[in-house]
């Protein structure tokens, strides 16, 4: 019989778990590092059980009580073919668990397990949908492949759109030469940067163009436009195959709203729980 | 006085070089392995170097004769300030040179040395304009920042949208079939490969873009399209700056130049010489 459930949500910088009773009461809450079993399979996994021993040990619980509990874990990267078929090797004796992406169980708790979709648009973007019997996911696939209308992409365009105005191809604006200034207006220091920059980096460059596009600076107010038309080429997908309205997630999903088109607003709604609440649920939807 | 000349080409895969006499009659031609100071910097000068002693020894001078000759040579990566800067250490005794880069000598040797400019949209890309005193470059800063209507650019582009229709984001079509079909269909396979490609890797997926255009594949079309619209921001952002004609390069040169307007294409021009020529008219023009 299932006393307890656990739900983890794994990201890329850290993972969080919840555990809470039958009735649903939250017993404990912690959180560890990287829960991004595709980057770091094994530190993540490790991790997560550190996660699981601290959830127990706040709760005044015994690895006894494992074989009257369920986990379900929602990891970033557990989408991958060959990430999920390792995931198989993975157990804590006696505990029953389940690994799905953390977009899943992100959807599963933006509609309370009903039907629905979402687009997490942060520094990576992806798509999902539960049609009610299992998901779909779209895009994911990544900086160099994929994430429409990420904050990532979106930075790469930025700073791609900074080097053309800096050498006078295309007209310049006081957003790119804020950005050109950061690198000191040397096109070298920006290659020596990309030499680097990991995702998150590109990233931090849509916060200055959102800031800009609203003072209507001209090269911000096209990379908005470009990145929102992105966002609704993966929104109207995801409305068109789930036949659902859609929540939007991620740090780009404040900022991009106010540009999409009245009609793609009107589908949104605000998520009602987070990829926690969508574990616990589906814990509840397995087991009981 | 100059009784030889000697001119180099050296590009990311080989080097070639030429020495002739003070008439430009041909003495001697040889190739050697990369060129490129920006990423192998030791290795192409010393591919360099054994170029230039190969010259000599199938004319049959000595180093002796080094007093009398004067070296140019255009090399990939001797753009960026700090691989300049750098190659201020190198020389051979007695041998006057001076390294410029790659797109200069091939801008010099397309007009034979009259002010003009070229764009060279190969796996990278890259301006060049020469006014008659001085070069002046535009683009070139690499697959990640740069490179507008590049094949690395083109093939990137094509795979990101392979992927859309792969999932039904967009709408597909055989040409994305046929580019799926050599990742057996798997979008992970398409990722692992990201994870070593080169740029000439993504630009190897330009021809068959290319290819499904000519026959109105609708994404092949959209792609080529794209292409030619950065050819033209480039190519008019040259053309506004040297108020000159220009002359094209590259391995998409042919197949883009059919998209372009009728307005661009009539200010190309066929290339009168190639890069050596450049770089020995260079030498014949800074020391006579």
Not at 172 to 181: D, E, L, Q, R, Y
Request: glycine share 10%.
């Amino acid at each position: 019989m299932t006393k307890y459930r656990i739900g983890i949500d794994g990201g890329g910088t850290h993972c969080r778990g919840r555990l809470v009773d039958n009735q649903g009461n939250l017993l404990a809450e912690c959180s560890g590092g990287t829960g991004n079993v595709y980057s770091h399979y094994e530190s993540a996994l490790s991790e997560i059980e550190k996660v699981i021993t601290e959830l127990y040990t706040l709760a005044n619980l015994t690895v006894d009580e494992y074989g009257n509990s369920v986990l379900v874990a929602g990891l970033a990267g557990a989408n991958v073919p060959s990430v999920i078929q390792r995931l198989t090797e993975w157990c804590i004796p006696n505990l029953q668990h389940k690994i799905v992406s953390d977009v899943e169980t992100a959807c599963f708790g933006a509609h309370q397990g009903e039907a629905g979709a979402i687009f997490i648009c942060g520094t990576g973007s992806q798509g999902a949908i539960w049609d009610g019997q299992r998901f779909k996911l779209m895009g994911g696939w990544g900086f160099m492949l994929s994430d429409l209308a990420s904050g990532a992409s979106l930075g790469q365009k930025a700073l791609r759109r900074v080097l053309l105005a800096h050498e006078g191809i295309i007209e310049n604006s006081p957003c790119m030469n804020h950005i050109m200034s950061s690198f000191q207006d040397s096109p070298e220091q920006m290659l020596l940067w990309t030499q680097k920059a990991q995702p998150r980096d590109w990233a931090h460059y849509a916060k200055v163009i959102f800031d800009y596009a609203k003072r209507d600076d001209c090269n911000a107010l096209c990379l908005v436009k470009q990145c929102a038309a992105e966002a609704e080429t993966m929104i109207q997908a995801l409305i068109h195959t789930s036949r659902s309205d859609i929540a939007l997630f991620g740090g780009i999903a404040a900022p991009i709203t106010p540009w999409l088109s009245d009609e793609i607003r009107e589908r949104l709604i605000e998520p009602k729980g987070d990829a926690l609440d969508g574990a616990i649920l589906l814990g509840k939807r397995w087991w009981g």
